[in-house]
């Protein structure tokens, strides 16, 4: 049988965190919003008149909650696809076992018939490989869009309170930013407003 999947905990958020925002958003920073005071208020002003920010991919991917969760339960629907196909392929691998065994005492049309029928299993057993595949595959693609659209929605918020003109995303697997001054990494303060976005609609989904 096929080896399926694409390894979920490898995928990067990379691009997911770059954002341009246009410097017209530079007088939003007068006025921010509750999620923005909490993630931003033990914080001191260092990147206070920046215009050129940067988000640590690396860290954010370690830290953001809402991102190891989907990558959590991603991994579980791979892991439980490839525990029943493997299962459904042992059991079929039996069946040829068996049927090797007795050939010799079957007649030829019986073991045209158990060929036909071993040969129909088997094909399904590659569709289901197939299906399973293209199913993790959508909702590996539906989980992460809506991680990208989480934290793009936050970046352009955050961006227009603060007057960043750029938004750049670092990470050692694509160091498209070579060097940067630590004083314009807002990765931290960005993992916590984040994160505490992400409680907070958990909080609200329990109720």
Do not use: W
Not at 167 to 175: A, D, E, K
Not at 177 to 192: C, H, M, N, P, R
């Amino acid at each position: 049988m096929n080896k399926l999947y694409k390894t979920v905990s490898n995928v990067s958020l990379g691009l997911v965190v770059t954002l341009a925002v246009a410097s017209c958003n530079q007088n939003a920073n007068t006025g921010t919003t509750a999620a923005s005071n909490d993630s931003s208020a033990t914080v001191a002003n260092v990147n206070e008149g920046e215009k050129i920010v940067y988000i640590n991919a690396d860290t954010l991917s370690e830290k953001y909650e809402y991102y190891k969760d989907i990558r959590t339960k991603l991994e579980a629907k791979v892991k439980k696809a490839q525990s029943d196909l493997q299962s459904k392929g042992q059991a079929f691998q039996r069946e040829v076992a068996e049927y090797q065994q007795k050939a010799a005492g079957m007649s030829a049309s019986e073991r045209q018939a158990t060929e036909e029928r071993l040969a129909r299993k088997q094909d399904e057993l590659g569709r289901l490989d197939q299906n399973a595949s293209a199913s993790i595959a959508q909702d590996e693609s539906t989980e992460f869009n809506n991680v990208y659209n989480t934290i793009s929605e936050y970046l352009k918020k955050h961006a227009e309170e603060k007057g960043y003109e750029l938004v750049l995303t670092y990470s050692v697997s694509n160091p498209t930013v070579l060097y940067a001054e630590k004083k314009k990494d807002i990765t931290s303060e960005v993992v916590t407003a984040l994160n505490k976005e992400y409680q907070d609609k958990k909080a609200k989904e329990k109720k």
